[in-house]
């Protein structure tokens, strides 16, 4: 019994109204009982004026008056007995009909989210329930359908995972087989330059892997960060020196622009300094030959912002509020044409800086106009 009561939200309603007005009876009656008797005498004021001149005390007629008014209150209180039974029983009556009307408008809303849930459950993401007014059942439906449509996305995405990355390696795979069967048949040549070629598609394999097991890591926050003052121009400088080469290989140019006196910043140096590849690397990858990215940097209250800022092909608006999910890109068709990763590498770099209590986000005015990735580390006090 108390199983199926647990199990049943319309059967609690009920007893909560039940509850409640048997709690009121109560009191009620105890209430009554406890203040009937005197009501009663002052009302019938001693049969009419303190029992009358022939019912004085030693009177001949006081012992029957008295039985008189004893029979008098116990009828009346038998009446008001019967009376507040009947009460009770229309109260229960009225509130299993209350609580049958108002449990309805609680239950099949619940009952219409457990549906979807379990529809969810098995696959179907695209489920939705009916938002049936602005209070807290409304306002959880909405997050219901808020939790059901990020949950659609990240399906979509994991499909779409799936499908990059067996792009990604099927296509250094081709390359390597196809490298190989050459060698054997002997069509290709043993050159150095066959050697290199199959090491590149080697080494791009190398580099998905590593990809997908940072992302598996920083997701997961199994990582450690290692805090500690450092300088904004040391991890600055030392991201330009990494990656000034292959600027000056793409004829772009890359500079950096600290004003003076920024203070420390509490940080992991190897892990900020895998945040400034990433955003650095994303712009020489976006930005023709003859552009520009620059690395800026200011105080901000108690944080310091450093910013990367291109002269590239830019970031269409609607995409923004996207670019930190996994596997996300902009364009896959000339993410691929430009040799560009498979949308792991923001998602990695927006970890590592809420890990260190920062916030990174992204600007830009449209194609082709350039953009700017920014990102916020603690000051030293």
């Known amino acids: 019994m108390i199983a199926y009561v647990r199990q049943h939200l319309g059967i609690k309603l009920f007893l909560s109204y039940l509850i409640v007005i048997l709690v009121g009876v109560f009191v009620l009656a105890s209430t009554t009982q406890f203040t009937l008797p005197g009501a009663f005498n002052r009302h019938m004021g001693y049969m009419d004026g303190g029992m009358g001149p022939g019912m004085m005390m030693g009177s001949p007629g006081f012992g029957q008056g008295r039985d008189q008014a004893q029979d008098l209150y116990t009828t009346f209180r038998a009446s008001f007995n019967e009376a507040l039974t009947w009460a009770v029983l229309a109260a229960v009556a009225l509130a299993l009909v209350v609580s049958m009307i108002f449990s309805h408008g609680v239950i099949a809303p619940v009952r219409a989210m457990m549906s979807a849930s379990q529809r969810i459950a098995e696959g179907h993401y695209n489920e939705r329930v009916h938002v049936g007014g602005a209070d807290e059942l409304g306002q959880l439906a909405v997050r219901f359908n808020t939790m059901a449509g990020q949950l659609e996305q990240i399906e979509t995405m994991r499909r779409q995972l799936i499908g990059d990355v067996a792009h990604e390696l099927r296509t250094p795979l081709t390359a390597i087989k196809g490298s190989m069967e050459g060698l054997m048949d002997g069509v290709l040549p043993a050159t150095s330059e066959t ?21 598996s890591r920083v997701e997961a926050e199994t990582f450690k960060l290692d805090l500690r003052p450092v300088a904004v121009a040391d991890l600055v400088n030392t991201a330009l020196r990494r990656l000034s080469r292959q600027y000056e290989e793409k004829g772009v140019t890359l500079a950096s622009s600290l004003p003076a006196g920024l203070p420390l ?10 945040v400034l590849l990433n955003l650095i690397g994303n712009a020489l990858q976006y930005t023709p030959e003859g552009g520009n990215v620059q690395i800026s940097a200011a105080r901000n ?5 450093i910013g990367v800022t291109d002269t590239g092909v830019g970031i269409p608006t609607e995409h923004i509020p996207q670019l930190f999910d996994r596997f996300y890109r902009v364009d896959r068709s000339r993410s691929r044409r430009a040799g560009g990763g498979s949308g792991i590498g923001l998602t990695i770099a927006r970890h ?21 990735f920014t990102f916020t580390l603690k000051a030293v006090k």
């Open 265 to 274: 910043v509490q940080a992991d140096e190897d892990r900020v300094g895998q």
């Open 301 to 305: 209250g108690d944080e310091v912002n």
């Open 352 to 372: 590592l800086v809420e890990a260190h209590g920062g916030r990174i986000w992204a600007e830009s005015t449209g194609e082709g106009k350039g953009s700017k």
């Open 195 to 215: 050697f290199g070629q199959i090491h590149q598609e080697a080494d791009r394999l190398s580099r998905l892997v590593d990809d997908l097991q940072e992302l």
